[in-house]
């Protein structure tokens, strides 16, 4: 089984925000493959599905972006799932809006929500998928800016943004992260 776990703030105070382009890219994936049946569940929402043949758990961490990790090593421990069927869906402040960046591994960088799940998983090794939101204007506050919407222009080159990382992570799961690099990065 795979975990694709796309991470944001829960409420509708906060959707469509930058910082929920992870949310936003499981949403995509569920309507894409009909997995709609989304469930409270180890501090998250989570959906079992099949996705080309592959069975996969859709997850939403319902503990605030900064606590992300609770959810996702209740159920890494839960299902048992190694680290490399894990792939994270979340923001970047640094990459241009709408360009995705996919990692095999790596740190946590600037990204709260990363940080934590790094802490509560101890390794670096399952891949990861950035999605772009640009930096923040030299005088507007970090959090204000990731939790602000995007422009329409900018929302077009998310939307396009997410759709391909959806691809990104069914290429993962189906194929390896190093074809989800060649075809996605940049």
């Known amino acids: 089984m795979f975990v694709l776990a796309g991470l944001g703030n829960m409420g509708p105070k906060y959707e469509r925000t930058r910082h929920n382009v992870g949310f936003d890219t499981i949403d995509f994936l569920a309507a894409k493959y009909r997995i709609n049946s989304f469930k409270l569940k180890h501090k998250a929402l989570i ?35 190694p680290p490399g069927n894990l792939v994270v869906i979340y ?12 990692r095999a591994k790596g740190s946590a960088g600037t990204h709260n929500g990363m940080r934590s799940i ?46 391909k990382a959806s691809l ?11 074809i989800a690099m060649s075809r996605y990065n940049g």
Do not use: W
Not at 70 to 80: H, L, P, Q, V
Not at 91 to 102: E, S, Y
Not at 144 to 158: G, N, Q
């Open 91 to 102: 923001d970047d402040v640094d990459i241009d809006v709408g360009r995705l960046r996919i």
């Open 168 to 178: 990104a992570a069914v290429t993962i799961v189906c194929a390896s992260v190093e």
């Open 47 to 81: 959906a079992e599905g099949i996705i080309q043949g592959h069975k996969t758990l859709l997850v939403k961490p319902q503990t605030y972006m900064n606590n992300s990790g609770e959810a996702i090593r209740e159920i890494m421990d839960y299902y048992k799932i």
């Open 118 to 163: 790094l802490s509560h998983i101890k390794t670096e090794n399952f891949p990861r998928i950035r999605i772009g939101i640009g930096k923040a204007p030299d005088n507007m506050d970090m959090a204000d800016y990731v939790l602000s919407r995007f422009s329409e222009e900018e929302r077009k080159l998310i939307n396009d943004a997410i759709e």
